[in-house]
């Protein structure tokens, strides 16, 4: 009888592989990648062996027919729209502004000083009692005439009124200098153009404006926008009219989100549930209101321009759309109304001839059944046509 080790020993031999009496390392190969020594498997000792092993990386079988798996790229789409994207360094900053009182201290000086330059000259009457000579008007007298002008224009001509809801942009040459939020009297440099903006909390509610839902109904909706002026430099230089750049989004993004809503309830199944049970329509005003509202208010925001709510407050199918539909109502209304009279009429009858026959008050055969049936039928559906009329 042979000892167990020898059996395995014979195993191993006629696999060929050497056993562990001082021969070579046992090792399983299998379809794997990966080599397991045979000795980590019988072996007593509580020490571990560290093994280098390679990988265990699963490759394609080689004759297989198996391709190997290649990572999708995601390729952006060559129709995508374009975000727009304001100026950077067009930012609202405030600009440099002096209380009006110096601007009035200006103006007043200056005037002064033309006037005593003048008087000077000898062009308004002189007060005997000072012994000025009468000089005339000469270089330094017109030096000082123009230098006192100057300072009264520029005294008075720089006073501005800033109002509550307004807002000045400041511009010099072409180039942005500063927006002034300021209110009450106040003095600005005259040589800066000023806009005036109106950054007050503003609304706005369109014409019934054409569009069409999911399923290409045309439709005419009519949109509240409230909305007001975030960044005034914006609004005033990065765009030519910012409400008229408001107003042109207002009907492009109603139209690309009202395309994404059916106007009425998906088709029913047989059983009566819809289809798409929470599918939106447009009878959902707060959905589409909140869409409306976030595709405007980014359209818009590049021109310092912030959108609060866009919300539709009234939503109809177009005339000639309207007009058919209500001819096809008035149509299942009135399909709807023959088949309950024809129901009733029908029961009716039904009921007559059984209670007849049944009591034993008339004895009829097949045709006379069929006569009695189709004149009641007619009595009654007249009669109940009359009725409803």
């Known amino acids: 009888m042979e000892a ?13 592989v050497e056993g562990p009496g001082g021969r070579g390392a046992r090792l399983i190969h299998g379809e794997a990648t990966t080599e397991i020594p045979v000795h980590l498997l ?19 079988r080689q004759g297989s027919g198996e391709l190997p798996r290649v990572p999708r790229r995601v390729v952006p789409r060559a129709d995508a729209r374009p975000v ?9 900053r405030s600009g440099w502004t002096l209380p009006g009182a110096v601007g009035v201290l200006g103006g007043l000086a200056g005037a002064a000083g033309g006037a005593a330059s003048l008087w000077w000259g000898g ?12 000089a005339g008007l000469g270089p330094v007298q017109w030096a000082a005439v123009a230098g006192s002008g100057t ?39 005259p040589l800066l153009l000023r806009r005036r903006v109106d950054v007050r909390l503003r609304h706005w509610r369109s014409e019934p404006l054409p569009a069409v839902d999911a399923n290409g109904v045309a439709l005419r909706v009519v949109v509240l926008v409230v909305w007001r002026v975030r960044d ?19 009907e492009a993004a109603m139209a690309r989100v009202l395309s994404q809503f059916p106007a009425d309830a998906p088709p029913a199944t047989a059983g ?29 925001a590049p021109v310092g321009i912030e959108v609060f709510s866009a919300q539709p407050t009234r939503i109809e199918y177009a005339p000639e759309v309207a007009a058919a539909m209500q001819r096809r109502r008035i149509a299942a209304l009135d399909a709807q109304h023959r088949d309950t009279v024809l129901t009733t009429v029908v029961d009716s009858v039904e009921d007559t001839v059984t209670r007849l026959t049944t009591r034993g008050l008339v004895e009829l055969d097949d045709y006379e059944r069929k006569a009695l049936v189709k004149d009641l039928t007619v009595a009654f559906y007249t009669g109940r046509k009359g009725d409803a009329s």
């Open 151 to 189: 300072l009264a224009l520029f005294g008075f001509g720089g006073l501005a009124r800033g109002r509550a809801g307004r807002a000045w942009v400041l511009t010099l040459f072409g180039r942005y200098r500063g927006t002034v939020r300021r209110t009450g009297l106040m003095w600005v440099n």
């Open 84 to 92: 727009p994207v304001g100026d950077p360094d067009l930012v609202e």
């Open 123 to 134: 062009l308004l009457p002189r007060i005997t009692a000072l012994p000025l000579p009468a």
């Open 42 to 60: 019988f072996r007593d000792g509580p020490d571990p062996v560290s093994v280098p092993l390679r990988p265990a990386v699963v490759g394609r």
């Open 4 to 16: 167990p080790g020898d059996g395995r020993d014979a195993a191993f031999a006629g696999a060929g």
């Open 232 to 250: 005034a430099a914006r609004a005033a230089l990065a765009v030519e009219d910012h409400q008229e750049y408001l107003r042109e989004n207002v």
């Open 272 to 300: 009566g549930t819809p289809i798409y049970e929470d599918a939106p329509t447009l009878r959902n005003a707060e959905a589409v209101g909140d869409a409306l509202t976030r595709r405007l208010a980014a359209d818009v």
